[in-house]
Structure formats: structure tokens, C-alpha cells
């Protein structure tokens, strides 16, 4: 009979993912230019003919792995919001939160500076965000 080992236990932590080009995947609309500079990621309105329609949306999402959530986000970059568009930082998920909204009361100015560390108190998915909010387009 041949000997065998017993695998221990996996022990319960916390675990620090970093890096962005890699890391991100894009999403959205042919509208939104989306594209990575590594280690800038960029979401922006396309700026093509006509105005965008209302809802046209796009931007980067971290997915953590199965089994697993996001405890917090250490965020640097720059949102600016303006002529009907939003950009927004938030989780998905049973503990979904929004970071900063643009314009909005976490965003004087329809432009905010994100620089530092975000609770995400365990959520799901952590997504950037570029919309169009208008209801005439933008």
C-alpha cells in the first residue's frame, strides 16, 4: 500500500491583487472609447457624429475570482462628467456600493480625483463606469 499526504486546510486571508492592464477587462458600447495605456485604463465619450443615445454605456470591471470578494479598492485617476454624461466607481454585489459619482455630491464640480483606499466591504465585481444620462442624449 503506498503512502499518502492529506492536503491542509485552506486558510481564510486577505489577498492583495495588483496591476490594471491585464487585470480589467473592457466593456460597453462601440460609443465609449475604451483603451488601455498600460497602467492607464481610459473610458471616454467616442465623440462621433450626432449625439449618443441615452443609456449608451462603457468602461473597465474587475471580476474577482470565484469564491472570493473584494474587501477594498486602492484607486488613483481622474472622473470628469459633463454635457449629460456621468462616470461613476462602484461595486456589484450583496454589499454594492458606489465610490464616487460624477456629477453628484461625491463629485463637486462634475470632476473628482480618486487617490487611495475605497471600502468595497466584501462585494462582487468592481466597475468604472462612462454612461450617458441625458434623456436627449449627449
Known sequence: MTPFALAAPAQ??????????GTWSAWGSPAINVGASCPTL??????????APVGTAGGWRF????????????????LV??????TSV?????????????PGLTCPGASA???G???AYNSG??????????????
Open 12 to 21: 481564510a486571508g486577505y489577498y492583495t491583487v495588483t496591476g490594471t492592464c
Open 63 to 78: 471580476d474577482p475570482p470565484a469564491g472570493t470578494a473584494v474587501y477594498s479598492a486602492n484607486l488613483q485617476g481622474t
Open 125 to 138: 465585481d468592481l466597475v468604472i463606469r462612462v454612461r450617458c444620462g441625458s434623456t436627449n442624449g449627449c
Open 117 to 119: 483606499d475605497y471600502p
Open 81 to 86: 462628467a459633463g454635457s449629460g454624461w456621468q
Open 42 to 51: 481610459v473610458a471616454q465619450n467616442w465623440g462621433g457624429a450626432g449625439p
Open 113 to 115: 480625483t480618486l487617490y
Open 90 to 102: 462602484y461595486t456589484e454585489g450583496i454589499s454594492a456600493r458606489e465610490f464616487v459619482g460624477c
